[in-house]
């Protein structure tokens, strides 16, 4: 089964550090989703790309955070600097879409972050 | 967004059916109805999805209601890896080159399975 791949699977780091986060989606998916999941929040969107391009950042704090697809079959997300508050379970997606929104999006293991 | 009403949390006897309700006073009428579920310490996976008419897959049913305004996903035989918060989410079907892809997770329904 193709699956989406996330590294690291944890990763603990004090304040002020940088974090960077990858993501490999499933080959031939052309959109590529980060989400963040907490307790008090839920889960929420942070930013997307459809064929390397971004489409929607929005959900992201600008100041710390930054996402990229140098290629294909690469995503990242950096914080920099990290904060307590950035402590959370940071998921990939991918999918492919073409002209329509019924298709399914695929989600990694996610990325456990503490930020101490 | 149209905005979906599940209920926080529901019980269920392993080997029973389970149906796990969703209300969308508020979908027009071109938003798909999505099921997502995730498993502890995992991340969300696909459920299922309908626009009108029932569906049914290898994992699940969803019976939609005639007006469109709730819907139920129906695990036949639940077991205890069914055991998962389960998501109602709507997505609009955009004819475009910029669908709307776009999740929005809600609190979801935690479903507990008892042996």
């Known amino acids: 089964d193709a699956r989406v791949t996330q590294t690291p699977r944890h990763k603990v780091t004090e304040m002020g550090q940088e974090v960077t986060m990858r993501c490999q989606p499933i080959?031939?998916?052309?959109?590529v989703f980060w989400y963040r999941q907490t307790m008090m929040q839920g889960l929420e969107l942070l930013a997307y790309?459809?064929?390397?391009?971004?489409?929607?950042d929005s959900g992201m704090p600008k100041d710390r955070f930054s996402a990229e697809m140098p290629d294909a079959t690469l995503a990242t997300l950096k914080i920099q600097p990290s904060e307590p508050r950035d402590s959370a379970v940071y998921f990939c997606?991918?999918?492919?879409?073409?002209?329509?929104?019924?298709?399914?999006?695929?989600f990694g293991p996610g990325t456990r972050l503490t930020v101490l | 967004d149209a905005k979906t009403t599940q209920p926080n949390s529901m019980e269920s006897n392993e080997e029973e059916p389970v149906h796990l309700p969703c209300n969308h006073s508020?979908?027009?009428?071109?938003?798909?109805i999505h099921w997502y579920r995730q498993l502890p310490s995992q991340g969300p996976e696909y459920v299922i999805h309908?626009?009108?008419s029932n569906v049914n897959n290898r994992m699940a049913s969803l019976a939609i209601a005639e007006d469109r305004k709730s819907s139920t996903l129906i695990l036949h035989r639940a077991t205890l890896r069914d055991a998962a918060v389960y998501y109602c989410?709507?997505?609009?079907?955009?004819?475009?080159?910029?669908?709307?892809?776009?999740?929005?997770f809600g609190t979801g329904t935690r479903l507990t399975i008892i042996p």
């Open positions: 309908g626009l009108t």
């Open positions: 997606a991918s999918g492919f879409y073409y002209r329509s929104s019924t298709d399914t999006q695929y």
């Open positions: 080959l031939g998916h052309n959109t």
């Open positions: 790309f459809r064929n390397r391009a971004p489409l929607d």
């Open positions: 989410i709507l997505r609009g079907y955009v004819i475009s080159n910029f669908g709307n892809e776009k999740l929005t």
């Open positions: 508020t979908i027009s009428g071109t938003d798909y």
